[in-house]
């Protein structure tokens, strides 16, 4: 899929190339406008939901078709039982445990995806072999229910690199459940940090894979499972296998689509709101409530007017990293399904101790940098979204766990939600989320290690989907660029040169090209 997507990108700029008459100045423009309905721009809509019916005989992501699977069901207790997920990095992870072959694992349980992905005895790993970290490493070896399905291994990407696996089946158990002959990928080589320092063995997928395909919740028929981190990011969340249908009181939302790929809900009616009123935003698309990110997503227009409002904010008081600073910013509502939800200034800045944040780290941080009064403070302030991605998405991380009490409905495709009490406790009656809502204590900032942060592979998918358009509107920009006679750079770079300059007529052309 990522060669015909890169071969499509190519077409779309040689297309590009074809149309273009330097002789015509007067139909330049006319000209971008045509070409660029070719390009897949950054403000395009992602598509949330598979085609209709391809599930069930898709080869992703396992290399083979759904009919050559015969999962085994060996257990489940069928009880509500409550998983504690260990705290790592301050809030930037929670971590469970799973059974891969009688082995167990560190594992980050995780509905960004639908697959499970473990780190093994043969995975190349130069930075922290296997023989130096006893119990983080599975092997086939130690094991008398492995099978290999695939004689090759296959080549998947999770943004720090290509990543090589070889497909197997095994008997994996969890808390919820255990099954036997299950799918997963064996990791052979890997560039993701935190599987090469072991803070993490397996990235356990629950996603819904359009509700038809084998999946490990399907095939241990867990129906509901829920989860919980408490406010303060400090402390371990939870994971709860087997749960209780959602009381009434609860926000019950419908994942919409027939074959959904995420647990994603139709959202709108963004707001940045506080004592002294309210700035609507521009958002309208559909957010994906990922238990295996960190950090919140939006669109390019949503977050440029959050980054615009902290900018002002900025350049008329002055900027202390400290709780009293973090009390007079906006809380971020929104409205999922019709539904109330909000995030609170603590849930969307935090602080760090660092200057220097990890390379591997550095392009999902949102290079927005806030004014801080020098020889202060050791602390820096970081914000917790991302880079923007497409048009109309949103990624709803970790911190919308540290709200609210989210309940995932397998077999109704339903998403649920209750704001708790910073605790994951929740109250039974209807004006309990209003008290809650009318009477929050104050904030403390947060620190947060952002060595640690995790992304799933659901956000890493549409990560890559946008940084590939991305890549595309530049090179197209330079084209058009080059046209007018701007002098043109290779690889599509010549549109970063000039972002800082802003009367540069490639800057104009951008604006007009994403108008359209």
Request: proline share 5%; charged share 20%; hydrophobic share 35%.
């Amino acid at each position: 899929m990522l060669r015909i997507l890169i071969v499509s990108l190519l077409l779309s700029s040689v297309a590009a190339l074809n149309i273009l008459d330097p002789l015509a100045d007067h139909n330049i423009l006319n000209n971008v406008i045509n070409f660029h309905q070719n390009i897949p721009l950054a403000n395009q809509s992602t598509n949330f939901r598979e085609a209709a019916g391809s599930r069930s005989s898709t080869k992703w992501p396992w290399s083979i078709s759904d009919d050559q699977i015969h999962v085994e069901f060996l257990s489940n207790s069928g009880k509500r039982t409550v998983e504690t997920l260990a705290n790592s990095g301050e809030g930037a992870g929670y971590m469970g445990e799973i059974t891969v072959g009688g082995q167990t694992l560190t594992a980050i349980w995780d509905t960004g995806s639908d697959q499970q992905v473990v780190n093994s005895v043969r995975t190349l790993n130069m930075l922290r072999p296997c023989m130096m970290a006893q119990g983080h490493c599975y092997n086939n070896q130690k094991s008398d229910t492995y099978s290999r399905l695939s004689p090759v291994p296959r080549k998947i990407s999770y943004g720090s690199g290509d990543t090589f696996v070889l497909l197997g089946s095994e008997k994996i158990g969890s808390a919820g459940g255990e099954v036997k002959a299950m799918p997963f990928y064996e990791l052979l080589t890997t560039n993701i940090p935190n599987i090469l320092t072991h803070e993490l063995d397996v990235v356990a997928g629950m996603g819904p894979r359009g509700w038809k395909g084998v999946t490990l919740l399907k095939q241990m028929q867990v129906d509901y499972f829920s989860f919980c981190f408490p406010a303060d990011n400090r402390k371990n969340g939870y994971l709860i296998w087997n749960d209780r249908a959602p009381p009434a009181h609860f926000n019950r939302m419908v994942v919409p689509g027939e074959a959904p790929t995420y647990w994603s809900l139709k959202a709108n009616e963004f707001a940045l709101r506080s004592s002294k009123g309210s700035a609507p935003m521009s958002f309208d698309g559909e957010c994906v409530v990922d238990s295996g990110t960190s950090l919140i997503t939006l669109d390019k227009e949503s977050l440029r007017q959050v980054t615009d409002h902290l900018d002002t904010f900025d350049k008329k008081s002055g900027f202390e990293c400290n709780d009293k600073t973090l009390n007079q910013f906006p809380d971020l509502t929104f409205k999922l399904q019709g539904k109330d939800h909000r995030f609170r200034a603590h849930d969307y800045m935090m602080y760090t101790e660092t200057d220097d944040e990890p390379d591997f780290v550095n392009p999902f941080l949102l290079p927005f940098k806030m004014g801080q009064q020098s020889g202060k403070s050791s602390k820096k302030c970081v914000l917790m979204f991302t880079p923007p991605m497409e048009k109309g998405t949103c990624i709803l991380g970790m911190p919308f766990m540290r709200n609210y009490y989210t309940t995932f409905n397998r077999v109704e495709g339903t998403v649920n939600t209750m704001l708790h009490d910073g605790m994951c406790n929740m109250g039974r009656i209807q004006n309990f989320r209003q008290k809650l809502e009318t009477e929050s204590p104050p904030m403390t900032l947060r620190r947060i290690d952002t060595s640690k942060l995790q992304f799933s592979d659901g956000f890493m998918t549409l990560w890559n989907k946008h940084q590939a358009a991305e890549k595309a509107l530049e090179k197209a920009v330079d084209t058009v660029a080059a046209a007018v006679g701007i002098s043109q750079s290779k690889d599509g770079l010549l549109l970063k040169q000039k972002v800082d300059q802003e009367k540069d007529g490639v800057l104009e052309l951008r604006e007009k090209l994403e108008k359209q």
